[in-house]
């Protein structure tokens, strides 16, 4: 112990805020000159046994204590500590020097025993402020205000602040150092002496849990210092507690206090944290508003506003922004100077901040959210070594991502897998199966290119904090990903209550992780379901996951062929019972059953197109109209029944006929009949707009290219009774809603200019239907005839004659 250590009496307390880089800076200094032979952390004492994996190399901060209920999942705490964290100071050095590191705040036990919330963030225990102070989610004590004390908020108040923050910054995180022959201490002693005042007045301050916290830390210590002696011992806590460590309260009454606390069976292990989770604007109760920031003054070894800025205009630079440096020198010199006016000692974010918004973007607000996303807040995302204490699981989850390389980070990306390289199939089974687990590091976006090919998927990849949380959790499962996967898809199967749509999805899920010691399973349970479902809507929702998972096996190297006849058979159920399922629905029935309809048709065109007639198919039993055939064509003669039958709602009727007109399987004039029908004067208004509304929902491309249903719609519309076109409106509002903006203006247009004039040579014109657009211009359509002619290497336009039959009108409204 060096000659400072003679300005201390008693154990070495230090008071601290529990993410700033002076507050870090200044433990660092005093645990260099007192070397104390113990170090106490505020923290839960289950971490003693892994304090020592702070000391390895391969463990990069941020990082946290995670603790976690081991017999009810979901109930977890994090102690998130970071670079510029005092705790984290005071282990690494601790540990280093190896002196023991021993945590004294409240066990893990009881804080998850006590907790509310599924979930907590904590500092160094339940409690939430960022400042010197803790706050907690406890209700004031009785007798109380009700209204808790912000330490930091008056302290700032006193010395004539408006601003806490402010106030912290220029008396504690902008100090260098103490200066040259000072006891490094005094800081320390002095905040604890301001806090001791404050608690004299307020007491706990509203903060009723940190009385049990605080009985248990005095326990702690006494222990420390009765092994260690009063000077070998350095506390490092909330400058909050630090008076309660030195009154003068009996070790009865502090066992009296934490005696028959609940508490549980917890587990305590290291996990990677992020600066984003550090920020206050996640909800952590303790958080900072910029990490990036205070990361880089801790770290900066020398004129940290400087570096700051040169930080800001490499992004900018990044960005294609136009950045010199003489905008960097003015840019400084502008953040010194607002310092100066503002009278504080260091130029702190919000004056560099006004320096780069003025100098280096001009005005302008925009490229400060990137500064402040980029760069004050930050994507770091800490490392855990592998060697670190960890349950199996997650050590396992470690050797998957290094064999398929994939590496976690905070900041969310797009990733494109090709299914026929090994590689990629291999990253697609790993992130399915953390799907299965609830570990949701990736999720499946639609494809950038547009490809809805099988051998083709595209993930947003994030890894966050939580996430760390269900690996622990999902180790009760086994303890490899495949192991753990398998064993929850078949308890999941086999779970009552569970509806066919989630087994079919779990069947899908267990094909695309490749799951073959589960899939049995599922698949017996599903065949069991499906037997028993009557709801056509169940079957219909339950289907089309089912027939996806049957053009996986040649891509993905699975077979799926045991599912083909379960698919087929919960097919044909839909088809022979959706006739009766759609009669005398109402309006809301009949939305959801359209649901239904499209994704059980598109379902059946999927299977038909993969499985062939006669491809193990059953014979096809006679339909309601008379017709036989494979699956494709039973179900089409359904929705031929479907669209004809009037005590089917309109809105079906309608998507029936759509239905059939898009697979080619009605011809256009019999389309134009059941319009005339749908439209005519005897339907009613509601019911007609109903029937458009199925008939023309999902791209009106329809009526932009046929101009006879365009007509018979606006006819119709024309001649909707006023007192009825407000009940029609919202129908039709809906419908043309979901169209995109080109086709809506295309259709708006064809509409003003109304039906053609004299100069009309189409068709409709002759069949006495009123057609829209301006007619074929013969002689522009000409014009281009001998181009088309020299493209396609066909004759010329003199070769043949002069065309004096008309083939040139005919050859123009051609091109």
Not at 629 to 645: F, H, I, P, Q
């Amino acid at each position: 112990m060096t000659a400072v250590a003679e300005g201390a009496a008693g154990p070495l307390l230090l008071g601290v805020r529990h993410h700033g880089p002076g507050s870090a800076r200044a433990v660092g200094a005093v645990l260099e000159a007192y070397e104390p032979g113990v170090v106490l952390i505020e923290g839960p004492p289950e971490a003693d046994a892994v304090a020592a994996a702070a000391g390895d190399d391969g463990m990069v901060p941020p990082v946290a204590l995670l603790a976690h209920a081991v017999d009810e999942p979901g109930r977890a705490a994090f102690w998130p500590l970071a670079e510029f964290s005092p705790e984290w100071v005071a282990i690494r050095w601790a540990v280093r020097r190896g002196a023991p590191v021993r945590f004294i705040d409240l066990p893990a036990a009881h804080t998850l025993a006590l907790s509310e919330g599924e979930q907590e963030t904590v500092p160094g225990g339940t409690d939430g402020g960022g400042a010197a102070g803790d706050t907690d989610t406890d209700e004031a004590p009785e007798g109380g205000s009700g209204v808790r004390l912000d330490p930091l908020a008056a302290l700032a108040e006193a010395a004539g602040y408006d601003d806490p923050e402010r106030w912290w910054e220029d008396a504690v995180e902008h100090r260098r150092g103490a200066a040259p022959g000072a006891d490094p201490y005094e800081p320390f002693a002095a905040l604890g002496e301001a806090m001791a005042e404050l608690r004299a007045v307020h007491g706990a301050g509203g903060h009723q849990r940190d009385l049990l916290r605080e009985a248990h830390m005095r326990l702690r210590l006494r222990e420390a210092r009765k092994e260690f002696g009063d000077a070998a011992t350095a506390v490092v806590c909330g400058a909050w507690h630090v008076p309660a460590l030195t009154e003068a309260v009996t070790v009865t009454a502090d066992r009296r206090a934490l005696k028959g606390l609940p508490k549980v069976k917890a587990e305590v292990t290291w996990v990677p944290w992020t600066h984003r989770r550090l920020a206050r604007r996640s909800g952590y109760g303790a958080g900072i508003a910029s990490p990036g920031w205070y990361r880089h003054l801790f770290t900066a070894p020398d004129r940290p506003v400087e570096r700051w800025m040169t930080e800001v205009a490499g992004l900018l630079r990044e960005q294609d922004h136009q950045v010199s440096s003489a905008h960097l020198i003015e840019a400084v010199r502008l953040a010194g100077t607002l310092a100066t006016l503002r009278g504080r000692p260091l130029a702190g974010l919000t004056e560099t901040t006004d320096a780069v918004r003025s100098v280096l973007c001009e005005g302008s607000d925009v490229p400060l959210e990137l500064i402040r996303d980029r760069l004050a807040v930050g994507d770091v995302l800490g490392e855990v070594p592998e060697g670190g204490p960890a349950v199996p699981l997650q050590r396992d989850l470690a050797r998957c991502r290094r064999a398929v390389r994939l590496k976690p980070s905070a900041a969310a990306r797009d990733l494109d897998l090709d299914l026929r390289k090994e590689t990629d199939a291999a990253r697609s089974r790993l992130l399915h199966r953390l799907r299965l687990l609830g570990i949701d590091w990736g999720e499946p976006v639609r494809s950038r290119s547009g490809s809805t090919g099988t051998f083709r998927e595209s993930w947003r990849l994030c890894w966050e904090p939580e996430l760390s949380v269900r690996v622990a959790e999902a180790g009760i499962w086994g303890t490899t990903v495949r192991e753990a996967a398998t064993a929850k898809a078949r308890s999941r199967a086999v779970e009552p209550g569970t509806a066919l749509a989630e087994v079919t999805a779990l069947a899908e899920l267990c094909l695309l992780a490749r799951l073959p010691d589960a899939l049995p399973v599922v698949m017996r349970v599903l065949a069991d379901r499906a037997a028993l479902e009557s709801d056509v809507g169940h079957l219909a929702r339950a289907l089309p996951a089912l027939v996806r998972t049957l053009r996986y096996g040649d891509v993905r190297g699975t077979d799926a062929g045991a599912l083909a006849e379960v698919a087929e058979g919960m097919a044909e159920r839909v088809r022979v019972g959706l006739p009766p399922a759609c009669a005398g629905l109402d309006s809301e029935g009949a939305r959801e059953m359209r649901g239904h309809l499209d994704a059980a048709h598109q379902a059946v065109n999927l299977l038909a197109r993969d499985r062939p007639a006669g491809d193990g198919a059953a014979a096809a039993p006679e339909t309601e109209g008379g017709a036989t055939g494979n699956l494709l064509d039973r179900w089409r003669a359904v929705l031929r029944t479907l669209a004809g039958r009037d005590r089917v709602p309109g809105l079906l009727r309608g998507r029936c006929a759509r239905l059939l007109l898009d697979d080619g399987q009605l011809a256009d004039a019999e389309a134009e009949r059941l319009v005339s029908l749908a439209l005519s004067p005897g339907t009613p208004p509601a019911e007609a707009a109903a029937w458009i509304e199925g008939f023309l929902a999902g791209g009106g491309m329809l009526l932009v290219h046929d101009e006879r249903l365009l007509a018979l719609v606006d006819r119709w519309l024309t001649g909707v009774p006023a007192d009825a076109f407000t009940d029609v409106l919202p129908l039709l509002r809906r419908t043309f809603a979901e169209y995109e903006a080109g086709v809506r203006r295309t259709l708006g247009e064809l509409v003003r200019r109304g039906p053609a004039g004299e100069g009309r040579r189409g068709s409709d014109e002759r069949e006495g239907l009123p057609g829209f657009g301006a007619g074929l211009e013969a002689g522009r359509a000409e014009s281009v005839l001998e181009t088309v002619r020299l493209l396609l290497g066909t004759e010329s336009a003199g070769d043949g004659g002069g065309a004096a039959d008309g083939s040139h009108e005919r050859e123009g409204a051609r091109v």
